[in-house]
């Protein structure tokens, strides 16, 4: 399909995260008639990635020049998102972002690299070295190295998925709830576009079939289970994230406390200011390999929480009595286990399947999807139309044995599913304990 000519057909869209409620936004603006969102529960799913208290907003982005171009684009976005999704209330938090390291970093680092192609590219970054770091960053006592960026920070994640639902309502966009336990695949013969299958809606645990002439499956972790081709290049990961208690403390709030990546391309570790629209929890994460998840059931997932929390809170307690020890011995409040569908190379995966037509599949997110939420929409509805951009041809379907083509810094090949671990950048290389 392309251009125009599909508006009158109706889309089926199985995912209300971001990329899924994007995708609904903009192809009402295409003006598609017909759009409607399926989601196992009411929006946000509690165990859905783009839920939670807040998610980071960055441009930083080593020196892979198209991500950077495309979070320059979501930052514009991200700098109205207020007016015009907020209805009076402030969901992005521009407070800046600080990268911290215990030196200054080489350029074949992802912090190094990331500091000299935001220069390059005309963006102003604040360096503080050796006492500086402590002098305007008390609360970290250790590093001797850091930069902000004072364009970026983070947002709430679970209202801005509500916000975004809300604004594609006023669209027109359907909402209903259900468990997607098939898709509803038929033969076709003679083959369309050389494909001897078609989706033409999906059935739910209810028995309920949701019909449509195109299916979006936007299902985040729960991708690969819904189209099992797709394991052999997506695969659901978990990621275990706390929130602190600090209090109203001046030394976990900005601007001496902004939203931080503590040496990650070491450590991994990364983390928020004291939550200051709510109860003033601190939240940390930790952007390394995680645990490959077989089953994505809630009693999984909770399982699977349970079994790791007590080696992932000693890991990050190790960290923070290192170089954040006024909040070593903190309470933890809550634990959650973040949900990620990571690709093989860690890219985005907008394409039409490859095996089953009229099925497209909006999917691998890699744990760096959310910043994209307020201009993600155009470029996955642009591959839906099969509408050519740097973008989509970036994203589209590929080969899992694939050699990169761009200027990678600190990243390894990615050779199968097997070696999933997000972002080719080179943040994000560190396995959970367990």
């Not at 409607?36 to 892979?64: C, F, H, N, Q, W």
């Not at 991500?67 to 684009?73: A, K, M, P, Q, V």
């Not at 609360?139 to 994640?157: D, I, L, M």
């Not at 939420?373 to 973008?391: H, L, N, Y």
Request: include cysteine; proline fraction near 5%.
């Amino acid at each position: 399909m392309s251009g125009k000519k599909g508006v009158k057909e109706s889309v089926l869209i199985v995912g209300g995260g971001v990329f899924g409620i994007a995708t609904a936004i903009e192809l009402k603006k295409r003006g598609y008639i017909d759009v409607t969102v399926l989601d196992r529960s009411k929006i946000p799913d509690e165990y859905a990635s783009s839920t939670d208290i807040s998610k980071m907003v960055r441009l930083d982005y080593g020196s892979d020049e198209l991500y950077t171009e495309l979070s320059e684009i979501a930052m514009n976005s991200w700098m109205t998102f207020n007016r015009e999704f907020g209805n009076g209330k402030e969901i992005f938090h521009n407070d800046g972002l600080l990268f911290l390291t215990p030196s200054p970093p080489t350029p074949s680092s992802f912090t190094g690299a990331t500091r000299d192609t935001l220069l390059k590219r005309g963006h102003p970054l604040l360096i503080y070295e050796g006492e500086e770091v402590q002098k305007f960053f008390p609360a970290w006592t250790n590093f001797k190295y850091a930069y902000k960026n004072n364009q970026g920070g983070w947002a709430e994640s679970s209202a801005t998925i509500v916000a975004m639902a809300a604004f594609a309502q006023k669209l027109g966009v359907k909402f209903l709830v259900d468990e997607v336990s098939k898709l509803l695949i038929r033969e076709k013969f003679p083959p369309m576009n050389g494909l001897d299958k078609i989706c033409h809606g999906v059935v739910g645990k209810s028995g309920k079939s949701y019909l449509a002439n195109q299916v979006i499956i936007a299902a985040g972790a729960w991708t690969p289970f819904l189209v099992p081709h797709l394991a052999q290049v997506m695969a659901a990961t978990g990621q275990l994230v706390h929130h602190f208690e600090v209090g109203q403390n001046p030394l976990y709030l900005p601007p001496k406390f902004p939203a931080f990546s503590a040496h990650i391309d070491e450590t991994g570790f990364y983390g928020f200011p004291a939550h200051y629209t709510s109860d003033y929890r601190l939240k940390i994460g930790h952007h390394g390999k995680g645990v490959r998840l077989n089953d994505v059931s809630r009693e999984s997932i909770d399982r699977m929480k349970a079994q790791l929390t007590e080696a992932s809170i000693a890991h990050f307690r190790a960290f923070l009595e290192k170089e954040l020890p006024s909040v070593a011995t903190a309470p933890i409040l809550n634990t959650r286990m973040c949900l990620y569908c990571d690709t093989f190379d860690g890219d985005f995966w907008f394409d039409h399947d490859e095996e089953i037509s009229n099925l497209f599949i909006a999917a691998g997110g890699s744990g760096h999807g959310f910043k994209f939420a307020p201009c993600i929409g155009p470029v996955i509805v642009d591959a839906f139309e099969s509408i050519e951009t740097k973008f989509t041809e970036r994203f589209a379907a590929r080969e899992t044995v694939k050699k990169v083509s761009i200027p990678v810094v600190g990243a390894k090949e990615m050779r199968s599913p097997d070696d999933l671990t997000g972002t080719r950048d080179g943040s994000r290389f560190h396995a959970m304990p367990g």
